[in-house]
């Protein structure tokens, strides 16, 4: 009962990461079947339609319940002991969020057994492919909103707490980084959650209420979907990956023993990847036509994000320059991260040039990038994070041998799945389909025994943090010599239930 | 210095003014409402401008989330800022016991005579400290610890006695 009615943030937070590990776990099982299915040429496994289903399940699942999640346990734990508050500022409100969860990822699993199936319009549930779905896509609806209503909270939340609840004399530019890239990210959330909750309800008024919002049939207009989509969509993507680029932060000053390079401008290109993030969305559309206009301004705003980007990964890399460089691996995992997360930047900034995407546009291609992303940025941020962080959450050091096998394992099992996938959209190999051409078996089969290698080197991770919560050896206040947040610095090993009732004055 | 100290902080001091006290216990917020406002406001107008782009492109059912979502950031202002210039000040001077306290919309004041005053610890729902007055009893100290209460009371059943 206690983890029910919990208003604690740190057992919520606990909640938020267990849930996001689960959620990892069956959108994982998902990739593993997808890949299982591109083994070989034609049909193996699966009809083309569960195919369908499996990659829209699967994006919803490793978006919405997994990444985000994940990094909303983060800022549970950590928000309040940065900044030397007691809990959240709404802590009933917390619970509510977080409960709200296993409700929709309920709703999106029992879609399978609906009739017709989930729906297999891709998680981007493009009109008007979600018209003709069956009654999965409405449960698909209803969960996207309460996922949407979960984050809404829980953003309404971090606000209020990181503005009024820091101790005497944090000041903004005190905070933590990671603090902050959670400020930005709970704005950016509540400026784009209502329009992914209106575009799903046109979709769903279209459906069964006699509306033609993206019908063309009735008058609609369905690249009027795409662009309310990707207005939510492409912030969507900086919600996920600006917490990551926090704990990053984090990590790589506490393994360099320096402090951070350059903190006023990561917060100000902090700000700035998430104002530009509005103004980009049409790059995701270049080729429903556009005006060579539109198609120019998306272009280049596109490219400018490359440059607040471009200073955080200075200034990592700077962090580290002359720095008392350890590998333990938290830093092992920030390396990968700015290696990979990096390469899919630069992938990112191919594609946003107008000739080049509409040649890769759709193709796997896109999907490499985007997962270099997903998985490499924010993925690995989240194991840094967990890594990092485990000692303090639990009292006791995780297995460092096997903590450094599960990365290596990931970072080479990553590279098999997706830097091959740039061969094949390059190739011209289509995302979103169940066969191929014999010319692409190869890379194929390599990216489909890089996802089994990745999938089973998870089970190592499950068992390094079982292994560390039940007899992992003690840990001290600060396992990290160079860490320097309120957590390590004012608060014992492992962090008691309650912390900070007092807050401490920070200098 | 009035004598008002952020109360949650480290420490709890006293300051004696003419052989009394005075004493301001305040929750610590590290944002003034205005400021808060601001805050929620700038959210609120941002996410109804881009309710109110998308309703002129014809994707209208975008806007009422935005202003229900106005709604909850409003009501977040409401709960949090009616609450953050909540204060105990408790002076003792003239055979005076005086308590002025603001919570929410509401003040108070109350004088006590500082003789026939008992400091009571009550471990109910954790620890509260009680004024006991012949009359009357009033709670105090609500801003403070559990640790920070058990020592602001010893301080003050001190004072009292002197």
New interface residues.
């Given amino acids: 009962m206690r983890w029910i009615t919990t208003t604690n943030h740190k057992d919520i937070g606990t909640l938020y990461l267990w849930f996001s590990f689960i959620m990892f776990s069956v959108g994982g099982l998902m990739a593993v079947g997808i890949r299982m299915e591109l083994f070989s040429p034609g049909l193996q496994v699966m009809d083309p339609d569960f195919f369908n289903q499996l990659t829209t399940m699967h994006g919803l699942i490793m978006v919405f319940g997994a990444i985000m999640p994940v990094f909303v346990g983060f800022a549970n734990w950590q928000i309040p002991m940065m900044i030397g508050a007691p809990d959240m500022?709404?802590a009933r409100l917390n619970n509510w969020s977080f409960w709200l969860l296993p409700f929709a990822a309920t709703l999106l699993v029992l879609s399978f057994f609906m009739p017709g199936g989930a729906p297999g319009v891709g998680w981007t549930m493009y009109a008007p492919l979600t018209v003709q779905m069956g009654i999965g896509m409405d449960l698909t609806i209803f969960a996207v909103h309460i996922l949407g209503m979960s984050s809404?909270?829980g953003s309404?939340?971090i606000?209020?707490t990181i503005?009024?609840?820091?101790?005497?004399g944090?000041t903004l530019m005190k905070m933590p980084l990671f603090v902050w890239t959670w400020l930005i990210t709970a704005?950016l959330l509540?400026?784009a959650?209502?329009?992914l909750?209106?575009?799903v309800?046109?979709t769903l008024?279209d459906r069964h209420f006699g509306t033609s919002?993206f019908n063309a049939a009735g008058g609609g207009?369905p690249v009027?979907y795409q662009?309310?989509f990707w207005?939510f969509g492409h912030p969507e993507v900086y919600i996920i990956a600006l917490p990551g680029f926090g704990v990053i932060s984090q990590v790589i000053p506490a393994f360099s023993r320096k402090p951070l390079f350059g903190y006023a401008s990561m917060v100000y290109a902090t700000s700035a990847i998430a104002i530009i993030s509005f103004i980009v969305w049409a790059h995701h559309m270049y080729t429903v036509g556009m005006p060579v206009t539109g198609q120019l301004f998306f272009m280049y705003a596109t490219m400018l994000v490359a440059v607040p980007t471009g200073v955080k990964v200075f200034n990592w890399v700077a962090t580290m320059w002359k720095g008392s460089l350890t590998f333990e691996t938290p830093m092992l995992f920030a390396c990968g991260f700015l290696f990979m997360f990096t390469l899919g930047g630069f992938t990112g900034l191919v594609l946003s040039l107008v000739p080049i995407d509409i040649q890769v546009h759709d193709t796997y291609y896109v999907v490499a990038h985007f997962h270099y992303v997903m998985v490499a940025g924010a993925l690995f941020a989240a194991f840094a994070g967990i890594y990092f962080w485990i000692p303090k959450w639990t009292g006791h050091m995780y297995n460092e041998t096997l903590g450094k096998i599960h990365f290596w394992l990931t970072l080479v099992f990553f590279n098999m799945i997706f830097f091959v996938q740039h061969f094949l959209g390059l190739a011209g190999m289509p995302r979103r389909i169940p066969d191929y051409p014999l010319m692409f078996e190869t890379w194929n089969k390599i990216s489909s025994l890089g996802a089994f290698g990745m999938g089973l080197a998870q089970l190592l991770f499950l068992y390094v943090v079982i292994d560390c919560i039940r007899k992992g050896a003690p840990a001290p206040q600060k396992p990290w010599e160079g860490a320097d947040s309120l957590e390590w610095t004012h608060l014992p090993t492992p962090v008691p239930y309650h912390t900070f009732?007092?807050?401490?004055?920070v200098k | 210095m009035d004598g008002s100290q952020n109360i949650p902080r480290r420490e709890l001091a006293f300051l004696d003014e003419r052989g009394g006290f005075s004493l301001t216990l305040k929750r610590n917020c590290s944002n003034s409402p205005a400021g808060f406002a601001c805050a929620c406001g700038a959210l609120a107008v941002a996410a109804l401008a881009i309710g109110t782009g998308f309703a002129l492109a014809g994707a209208w059912l975008v806007l009422p989330f935005a202003g229900l979502e106005a709604l909850a950031l409003g009501a977040a202002f409401v709960l949090y800022a009616r609450h953050a210039a909540d204060y105990e000040r408790i002076e003792l001077g003239a055979g005076r016991l005086t308590v002025e306290v603001a919570d929410a919309q509401r003040s108070a004041r109350y004088e006590l005579d500082a003789r026939r005053v008992q400091v009571c610890v009550r471990n109910e729902h954790g620890v509260r400290v009680v004024l006991r007055g012949p009359k009357e009893e009033l709670e105090v100290g609500r801003n403070l610890d559990a640790e920070a209460r058990l020592r602001f009371a010893a301080e003050l059943d001190k004072r009292l006695r002197i």
């Avoid at chain 1, 503005?163 to 005497?168: E, T």
């Fill in positions: 500022a709404f809404i909270l309404i939340n606000i209020t503005l009024n609840m820091r101790a005497p944090m704005y509540v400026a959650m209502p329009v909750a209106g575009a309800t046109m008024t919002f207009d009027l662009h309310v207005f009732e007092t807050p401490p004055v």
